[in-house]
């Protein structure tokens, strides 16, 4: 190699893949990745960083992140940075209200994200149920947002709930534009049929509420769309999967060849339909906390080993208390007749979670972390091969996570508006110990480096097919 120098090289630690670990150092020139191997045969460095007994991975991903009311992308990417992660891929949003159409909500999006993100930011989004916003899709997809999502249910929330043949529509024109359309597969008219009976008959305390969504209103959402995705020949990508029923039905479809993907949350890996008594109204997701003695915790953890769930994300949707609190009453509508909120905060623990109740506690491999929430959301969301992989001429985004830091999660610690988290007093292990982005160090041992507007909005790509296949 010639001898000329480079910025910085990492020295020392385990090298992580979505495949394999092993140890190497990695030099970096510029925003880029310039060398991976042994450290003697890479030219000297301006910047040494002694990664010694901890892990180097990609540059961590959360691709499901809604950050679009009460925490906005400054607060969100303050939050990620501290965390542990590079980069978020939340939902931007357009004006209802007016005439604002996709390509002028991106362009106002890209002028936001460039004065205020400490991370790098991709972008979904939402196709509410309005005909005319079609109408600038085909301009949108060709502005570097190539992901769309829709929703299969929420009739009580206006807008939201979608046609099957408005999806379908949207689905051919994101499949022309080589896209993926994302689905929130839950029957909607179903839904709304139960959680009527439901107010009806009185049984509006929290723990009716997974009553009104049960397992098989996502299973038959789920039939609806494989079936939409196939006569559309559009990649399909269903998000937050919560139940065996679910999972069985996209296996189904893989196993087909279909272009079918997945993701699942903490909260339906580690929690259950027992939070509805404990916290009540802060545990209203949708689709909801599954049966404590059922079988989709161990299903869903069974579809990341196996390789059928492709991603981990957090569904990161906060709401003060304040406004959930209300649910207390009556957990599907509020005094005014809206609906109460859904969603719950979950940005700030994702990654603490995910190696300490995955890599440490079921002895998943550490590059199981790398695939699930590093390569295969570069990939499916079109962000690869410059996010996602720690190769020569990708981005220098990297996570050096010490497995020795230990700590207890607790919402005192977060930066999100909502002010709690489901996770209060999970002890966690692992510790994010450096971040970099794009060559920059980031997060230093618990403190940032960088300032606001050090972030990027980055165009993405058409999606790719996930890294799958069993992890053990």
Known sequence: MPDARVDTIIRGGQVVTSSQVYESAVAISGEKIAAIGPEHLLPP????????GKFVLPGLIDAHVHLDGHDNYELGALAAARAG???????GTYTLEGDETLPQAINRTREQIDSVALVDFAFHFILQNRPSILNSLPEAMTMGVKSYKMFMTYKKRPGRMCDDDYICNAMDMVSQGGGVLQLHCESGNIIEYLE????????????DFPTACPDW?????INRAVKMGAATRCPTYVVHLSTQLGLERIKQAQGQGQLVWTETCPQYLLLSDAEMARVGPLAK?????RPEDGPDRDALWRGLEQGHTSIVASDHSPHPQELKQVGWDNIFVTPEGTSVPFGSPGLETIVSLMYSEGVVKRGLPIWWL??????????IFGLFPRKGIIQVGSDADLLILDPQGDRVITARDHHSNAGYTLFEGWEVKGRPWMTLLRGKVLLDQGELRQLPGVGQFIESGSPRSPMGGPVR
């Open 217 to 221: 209103a996502e299973e038959e959402a």
């Open 45 to 52: 460095a301006d910047n040494y960083i002694d990664a010694e």
């Open 370 to 379: 790398a695939r699930v929430m590093s390569e295969n959301p570069a990939r």
């Open 285 to 289: 997701i949708g689709p909801p906390l």
């Open 85 to 91: 992660l590079t980069t978020l891929i939340p939902f």
């Open 196 to 207: 009527n009976k439901l107010i009806g008959e009185g049984h509006t305390h929290p723990t």
